[in-house]
């Protein structure tokens, strides 16, 4: 834990702590759907929608990667088992489709998760601006490669 960090942070510390750790759920279960989704689908043009979403995947793991870093520096504690993904997760997780030639349902499934991935960086960057600089600056970074998620799927609709 950083004490410094932790007074840098606000008085607010303990529910950003909660809402990193809601968010680091979010980015498993997003790293997970895309991953397995990519791995199964078939059918014309489903190597391109592969391609993008295993680069989604990776982004994703990155984000859970650096959202734990900052959930340990304001001396909280990356959720440390799988279960509670999905029930602290705000975005949830959808299999990939029984049709692996679905395509279609892949990529509105995906945008889906993209907007509430969107929703969630806004609320809290809301949280953080002008007392928590170190996470907002990570959030808005994180948010930025969520819109650019969103933007690549909506094209390939
Ligand atoms: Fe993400
Ligand atoms: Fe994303």
Redesign the pocket.
């Known amino acids: 834990m950083g004490e410094k960090a932790r007074e840098l942070a606000g008085a607010d510390v303990e529910r950003v702590l909660e809402e990193l750790n809601k968010a680091y759920a979010d980015?498993w279960l997003?790293f997970y759907q895309y991953w397995v989704t990519a791995k199964v689908l078939e059918g014309r043009y489903s190597g391109f929608v592969a391609g993008e979403l295993k680069r989604l995947a990776t982004?994703?793991l990155e984000?859970a990667d650096e959202l734990a870093e900052r959930i340990v520096q304001l001396g909280g504690r990356p959720l440390g088992s799988p279960n509670q993904w999905t029930e602290q997760s705000t975005c949830g997780y959808k299999e990939p489709p029984r049709d692996a030639k679905d395509l279609d349902k892949v990529i509105r499934d995906t945008i889906d998760g993209e907007r509430c991935?969107i929703s969630v960086y806004k609320k809290l960057m809301d949280m953080t601006r002008g007392t928590d600089d170190v996470t907002f600056q990570l959030i808005q970074h994180?948010l930025e490669?969520?819109l650019e998620h969103e933007d690549t799927f909506e094209n390939l609709l």
């Open positions: 980015e997003a982004e994703e984000h991935a994180i490669e969520e």
